[in-house]
């Protein structure tokens, strides 16, 4: 017999039971402990045929393959680095994903990169023991000069960059700032104002705190309008995907 | 992140949008917040929030001070309050804290220990000031020393009568409070002098100095902190800042009554 216990769309808790029965299969943030499927995560519930689904609410960052991100350097070894990348783990950058170039056996990995720097990376993959491997050869992925670093909830991202980097592109617009949002939740910006930079971290700030809401990008656009005294424009959604989006 | 809050700096504002010498928007003192303590108050600088709370005993006097009160300052550095804090014996961090606030309170003669003497050589009261950070978003020197003084003006006796203390029978006595010591920190970045630091600004400064001063512009205690030099000029400085920012923390707590 199996039973849903929930509406689609409902926000559910952790340990909350979402079906019984074997017909409904888990999906991501849900588990099956015998006749059950229970939530894991705070979230809204998404049915996907058979599959349940939680959009979470809240919550850290969990590694995925392929997410681009913002990671700090936290140790230096012989061969690799260890990063910090804002989750319960942490990832591991190897010289031969770092460079294409030559390293001779031994050299200083510091003066590459040293501890306390930022870099923009990809997952390329994710054990599921969460062993975390990081690439520095794509196109966009580099080290990130000085600058300023915020941080977001990772599941409000998604809001921050907007349909297809629409949300980002204005603010970058406006303020004429640099920003660089990783999937984790860092967020690292530069602008040669300090007035301009204020204003675009005010507006990430609004974003994360406003991020359950409809009409957002309406009132960032106001929002900017109003702080820089400039008329600005919402973005067309850009079909190329930056990197930053 | 140092060369960029630098050149920040060298456009003439902060991070926040502040000036150099520029205390947060909110800076709140709540009393009372703590029902079983007899004394508390809370501090909320921007995000920094800070919550203290004074217990007091009757306890046996130093040998050397057989006639006064005794002041003790503990400060705990909660994990909830930032992620680099962690549990178990207090960090260096958290006794240079407890130790500022307790020199400010104690230099200034902030209380008339001689009035909390019950019996000399015997019997004295002690009050103990206990400090937890809500939450902190930097300057928990200042926020600190002000929530400690803002207890201490909150503070009744509770009742005693000469063997045993009723905590649940409070009396309407206030402490011995003769003056009331503000601590304001400085910060040296650069060549830059601010107040009321960011936890980003704390980290990447080169020095600080923690000016403790009393209501005619006394300096009562200074302590100065982090990895680089200060020159003399720089101390002068960082004294004047320290004597003028002083001013506008008193007003928040009014006099000694």
């Not at chain 1, 530069?190 to 409809?214: F, Q, R």
């Not at chain 2, 009723?166 to 400085?186: C, H, R």
């Amino acid at each position: 017999m199996t039973t849903l216990l929930v509406k689609e769309k409902d926000i559910v808790v952790p340990g909350q039971q979402l079906a019984t029965g074997l017909d409904y299969v888990p999906g991501m943030g849900t588990y099956r402990e015998g006749e059950y499927i229970f939530a894991a995560r705070v979230g809204f519930l998404q049915i996907e045929g058979r599959m349940l689904k939680l959009i979470p609410l809240a919550g850290r960052y969990l590694p995925k393959r392929n997410d681009l991100i913002i990671a700090r350097v936290i140790d230096v070894s012989m061969s690799y680095w260890r990063l910090d990348i804002n989750s319960a783990y942490s990832a591991m950058l190897n010289i031969k994903d770092a460079t294409s170039d030559y390293v001779p056996k031994g050299a200083d990995l510091t003066q590459m990169l040293t501890f306390g720097e930022y870099i923009v990376t990809k997952i390329i993959n994710v054990t599921p023991q969460f062993l975390i491997d990081l690439t520095m050869k794509d196109p966009g992925l580099r080290k990130l000069p000085e600058g300023r670093m915020l941080s977001v909830s990772s599941v409000k991202v998604p809001r921050i960059i907007g349909k297809k980097g629409s949300m980002v592109s204005m603010i970058k617009n406006a303020t004429n700032c640099q920003i660089v949002v990783g999937q984790n939740g860092w967020i690292w910006l530069y602008g040669n104002d300090p007035v301009k930079e204020l204003i675009a971290c005010k507006a990430i700030a609004k974003i994360d705190a406003e991020a359950h809401t409809s009409g957002l990008t309406e009132r960032i656009k106001t929002f900017l309008e109003k702080e820089t005294g400039a008329p600005v424009e919402i973005p067309r959604e850009i079909e190329s995907m930056e990197y930053e989006g | 992140m140092r060369n960029h809050i630098l050149s920040i700096l060298d456009k003439g504002m902060r991070l926040d949008g502040r000036k150099k010498d520029e205390y947060r928007d909110v800076i709140k003192v709540e009393y009372g917040v703590a029902g079983l303590a007899e004394g508390s108050a809370k501090v909320t600088m921007g995000k920094t929030e800070v919550v203290a709370g004074v217990k007091m005993e009757v306890m046996e006097p130093f040998s050397d001070t057989p006639n006064e009160g005794v002041i003790m300052v503990g400060e705990e550095l909660l994990p909830l309050s930032n992620p680099e804090f962690e549990a178990g014996p207090p960090s260096v961090e958290a006794i240079e804290l407890s130790r500022v606030v307790d020199r400010g309170i104690r230099e200034s003669h902030a209380l008339d220990l001689k009035q909390m003497c019950i019996t000399p050589g015997e019997k004295v009261w002690g009050v103990s000031i206990d400090i937890c950070p809500i939450n902190d978003a930097g300057n928990l020197f200042d926020a600190s020393a002000l929530a400690a003084v803002a207890a201490l003006k909150n503070t009744v006796f509770p009742s005693y009568d000469g063997k045993k203390v009723d905590y649940k029978k409070m009396t309407t006595k206030k402490l011995p409070l003769k003056e009331l010591p503000i601590s304001v920190t400085v910060c040296k970045i650069g060549k830059h002098f601010i107040v009321d630091p960011l936890s980003e600004e704390q980290k990447v400064a080169d020095a600080r100095l923690t000016v403790a001063s009393t209501e005619k512009g006394m300096l009562c205690a200074l302590q100065k902190g982090g990895i680089e030099p200060v020159t003399l000029e720089d101390i002068k400085c960082m004294v004047d800042i320290g004597l003028e920012k002083a001013k506008s923390l008193r007003k928040l707590l009014g006099g000694t009554k």
